[in-house]
T-cell receptor, first 117, second 114 residues
Framework: DADVTQTPRNRITKTGKRIMLECSQTKGHDRMYWYRQDPGLGLRLIYYSFDVKDINKGEISDGYSVSRQAQAKFSLSLESAIPNQTALYFC????????????????FGPGTRLTVL | AQSVTQLDSQVPVFEEAPVELRCNYSSSVSVYLFWYVQYPNQGLQLLLKYLSGSTLVKGINGFEAEFNKSQTSFHLRKPSVHISDTAEYFCAVSKSNQGGKLIFGQGTELSVKP
């Protein structure tokens, strides 16, 4: 079984709809992340969580919210989806390494392809 | 400001030829460097990483990368590519003062032709 799973894998929705993307992990990691991938832009960080009570905005958090329901679960919500949120979304997890968690190897889920019409 | 620049968006190459994918970063603090690979319709997986020590790092699938501090580069190389290496490759940086967050480059599409 995969260590990091994402549901759904594909989703088509309409402008204005609320949608939730879910991520679960069995790696036992404290840290979890949500990214979006757009062609030519690489991966950009939306939100990240260093533990259940520590949630932080990334570089492109506007229009998104998250919930860390447990160590193993981290959900991303689009409150009112718009077409420019059409993208590939990845969840990732990591353990803590180095002084003050200064570096980490991240493990990625398979991605959710979201289309907003 | 962009901290990681992958200099080529697409790299076409013939099978068994050598390849170099270029990555430059900007930072005034210590960094840790990573290369990830994304095969079609899959998530990202780690190819290799530089944390400290030897500047030549070997990874999976015959790839290696060299950390050059003076040129702030971390180029990825393979002496002989296979069709199965066709994928998108991402360079990423973790800065020592940012608690482990990764900053990704824009990605390079490697296309290996027979």
């Amino acid at each position: 079984d995969a260590d990091v799973t994402q549901t759904p894998r594909n989703r088509i929705t309409k402008t204005g709809k609320r949608i939730m993307l879910e991520c679960s992990q069995t790696k036992g990691h404290d840290r979890m992340y949500w990214y979006r991938q757009d062609p030519g832009l690489g991966l950009r960080l939306i939100y990240y969580s260093f533990d259940v009570k520590d949630i932080n905005k990334g570089e492109i958090s506007d229009g998104y919210s998250v919930s860390r329901q447990a160590q193993a679960k981290f959900s991303l919500s689009l409150e009112s989806a718009i077409p420019n949120q059409t993208a590939l979304y990845f969840c990732a997890t990591s353990d803590v390494y180095g002084l003050a968690g200064s570096y980490n190897e991240q493990f990625f889920g398979p991605g959710t392809r979201l289309t907003v019409l | 400001a962009q901290s990681v620049t992958q200099l080529d968006s697409q790299v076409p190459v013939f099978e068994e030829a050598p390849v170099e994918l270029r990555c430059n970063y900007s930072s005034s603090v210590s960094v840790y460097l990573f290369w990830y690979v994304q095969y079609p319709n899959q998530g990202l997986q780690l190819l290799l990483k530089y944390l400290s020590g030897s500047t030549l790092v070997k990874g999976i699938n015959g790839f290696e990368a060299e950390f050059n501090k003076s040129q702030t580069s971390f180029h990825l190389r393979k002496p002989s590519v296979h069709i199965s290496d066709t994928a998108e490759y991402f360079c990423a940086v973790s800065k020592s003062n940012q608690g482990g967050k990764l900053i990704f480059g824009q990605g390079t599409e490697l296309s290996v032709k027979p």
